[in-house]
């Protein structure tokens, strides 16, 4: 329906816990590509992201 909000209240109130749970996944993400070696390559990065799935 035209008009219809994206999110209704009740949906916007409940994704509040969800923004910080993203900035907690993306300092886990950051985390593990700022410990990686100096001489690590992509596969290496995207081997450690794919365990933080």
């Given at each position: 329906?035209?008009?219809?909000?994206?999110l209704?209240c009740?949906?916007?109130?409940?994704?509040?816990?969800?923004?910080?749970?993203?900035?907690?996944?993306?300092?886990?993400?950051?985390?593990?590509i700022?410990?990686?070696?100096?001489?690590?390559?992509?596969?290496?990065?995207?081997?450690?992201?794919?365990?933080?799935?």
């Open positions: 329906m035209a008009g219809d909000p994206a209704t009740s949906q916007y109130q409940d994704t509040k816990g969800d923004w910080r749970f993203a900035v907690g996944t993306k300092q886990q993400i950051l985390n593990a700022e410990e990686l070696p100096d001489d690590a390559g992509v596969e290496d990065a995207l081997d450690r992201l794919y365990l933080l799935y």
